[in-house]
């Protein structure tokens, strides 16, 4: 037996109501905040992430899948969705037509990481990006979009972290007092830690390694360091959260896993969902679209983890199995001789918008009856050769165990009206 490869998983019929009810609630909210719909490539060119996403981060390092074709074209299976969004808008001289641009996403993201409860290599992404503008407003916003699609899903008890992280004019001057402090005892940090301290120090702050948090608990804050503009743009993105009543907490210790992070970001965790408990994040990245190539401008998004909604659900007794029913009449028939005759019967139907269907694998009429129950049709037609020479059917109500004659011309009206 072939099974599916190690973190990548089947969707089955029963599971597919809840991941509908995910991906509509998705695209509503998504509608009434004004975002539209775009959707990209699964493959884009490697160096898009190695430049966007950035070269010393867990995703470029060893997660992304591959393909080098020998030249030049080395192509990967995205692992995220905000620089392609960007590359597209770029690519597409979209901002030449509108300069902003609301968008959303729902689909299918790779990482190579190591399988386990939660965590995929295919895993699914719902995600926004408003693309074009600086103002912290929309960082309220897209924290408020994610709030809303949480309560429309009913993943109970979202907790929102939110952090600011400065921006290429304040965050030298953070990046050298965090080295300066943490320097000393680098040694006793764990290996990650050593690696990211010349590459990417913020990232120290953001391990989950207990001796790592614990020498790291009196590093110094960003909040000390932010230039004016920084702290303008915090303090309207705060007050907006706290105008719209979000129970947030202000954590100096969020980092974001991406380079192109600037000023914003935050942070969605959820219960039932373990010691990793993050279900999404975002934030701004004010620099990306001059690094994609278009004119400077600012943006800010987020992604939500679809596998982890579910997981939450689940735990919350909020994603049952869904049993799905949706035959509204069962067309029985006795014998070849009517077998023909029941599916054009069928068709008739459906072309009249009724779903219906029949039985293909030759059983009984009792068998056929006893499917009938089985997806819960309420109607039955039954065709017995006597009804069908005088150009008529028994149309039996299952709920009443009541029957009556009714012309096959006449059928498709007669279902339709009772259907009502
Ligand atoms: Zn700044
Ligand atoms: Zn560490």
């Not at 035959?327 to 029985?332: E, P, S």
């Not at 028939?333 to 023909?340: A, L, M, N, S, Y």
């Not at 009541?402 to 012309?407: L, N, R």
């Amino acid at each position: 037996m072939i099974q599916a490869p190690l973190g990548f998983e089947d969707h089955l019929p029963d599971r597919l109501p809840v991941w509908r009810r995910i991906e509509d609630a998705a695209r509503r909210i998504s509608e009434t905040y004004g975002y539209r719909e775009m959707r990209t490539p699964l493959m884009e060119s490697t160096e898009l992430f190695v430049r966007s996403v950035g070269e010393v981060t867990d995703i470029v390092e060893k997660e992304m899948f591959t393909f080098d074709k020998g030249d030049k074209d080395s192509l990967t299976l995205r692992p995220e969705l905000t620089a392609p969004f960007v590359r597209a808008c770029v690519e597409h001289s979209l901002f030449k037509k509108k300069p902003f641009q609301k968008l959303f996403y729902v689909g299918a993201n790779f990482r190579k990481e190591r399988p386990q409860k939660g965590r995929l290599r295919q895993f699914h992404q719902f995600g926004v990006e408003a693309l074009g503008a600086s103002d912290a407003l929309l960082d309220a916003e897209t924290v408020l979009l994610a709030l809303a699609f949480f309560e429309a899903v009913g993943v109970p008890g979202v907790r929102t972290r939110v952090n600011t992280i400065g921006c290429p004019t304040c965050r030298p001057a953070f990046r050298d007092a965090l080295k300066a402090h943490l320097e000393p005892k680098l040694a006793r940090f764990c290996e990650n830690c050593r690696r990211r301290f010349d590459r990417n120090v913020f990232r120290v702050l953001d391990c989950k390694v207990e001796g790592c948090v614990a020498l790291s608990s009196d590093a110094p804050r960003v909040q000390a360091h932010l230039c004016d503009g920084c702290r303008a743009h915090d303090e309207g993105f705060i007050g907006a959260l706290r105008r719209a009543g979000v129970a947030f907490e202000q954590d100096p210790r969020l980092v974001r896993g991406f380079d192109y992070y600037t000023r914003t970001v935050y942070e969605f965790r959820a219960p039932g969902l373990g010691a990793q408990d993050a279900i999404g994040g975002g934030g701004r990245y004010d620099n990306l679209i001059a690094e994609m190539g278009g004119d400077p401008a600012g943006a800010v998004g987020f992604a939500v983890g679809l596998e982890r909604v579910v997981i939450a659900l689940e735990a919350a007794g909020k994603a049952p199995e869904e049993e799905w029913f949706p035959t509204r009449v069962y067309v029985t028939h006795i014998g070849p001789e009517t077998r023909d005759a029941a599916f054009d019967i069928v068709r008739t139907l459906r072309t009249a918008g009724i779903s219906a269907d029949m039985d293909f694998e030759g059983r009984s009429l009792k068998a056929q009856m006893r499917n009938a129950n089985r997806v819960k049709a309420p109607r039955v037609v039954i065709l017995g050769p006597d009804e069908m020479a005088k150009g008529e059917v028994k149309v039996r109500d299952m709920a009443k165990s009541a029957e009556e004659s009714v012309a096959v011309k006449d059928l498709a009206a007669r279902l339709a009206r009772a259907e009502e």
